[in-house]
């Protein structure tokens, strides 16, 4: 099992930016990939960012691209996405997860989850 905990989002006007952390304990030898997704009220869940944490190959959502940076710290277990000239639209919970077989873009790519946290983006 693998544990995450986000932290880092809050309210941000239009234009700003956050940066969102994902701490994962437990098994963590088993991770292949983490990546980003979210959620906005009424709406499904969106792939965001993903990266493989064997090397440093890197995917990204189209509606991030070039605003949003996913990276990680190997030795601290721990995921990052900057996210750089926010808009409205942005506003959801993110959430990180583990894949242990492989970097997907989907769900059900990954097999862990955290709890979430809350992104707001005033206009």
């Known amino acids: 099992q693998v544990q995450l905990v986000e932290s880092g989002g809050g309210l941000v006007r239009a234009g700003g930016s956050l940066r969102l952390s994902c701490a994962a304990s437990?098994?963590?030898?088993?991770?292949?990939?983490m990546g980003w997704f979210r959620q906005a009220p009424g709406k499904e869940r969106e792939f965001v960012a993903a990266i493989n944490w064997r090397d440093i190959i890197t995917y990204y959502g189209d509606s991030v691209k070039g605003r949003f940076t996913i990276s990680k710290d190997n030795a601290r277990n721990t995921l990052y996405l900057q996210m750089n000239s926010l808009k409205p639209e942005d506003t959801a919970v993110y959430y990180c997860?583990?894949?242990?077989?492989?970097?997907?873009?989907?769900?059900?790519?990954?097999?862990?989850w955290g709890q979430g946290t809350q992104v707001t983006v005033s206009s």
């Open positions: 437990g098994h963590t030898f088993s991770i292949y990939a």
């Open positions: 997860a583990v894949g242990e077989k492989r970097v997907g873009l989907t769900q059900r790519d990954y097999d862990y």
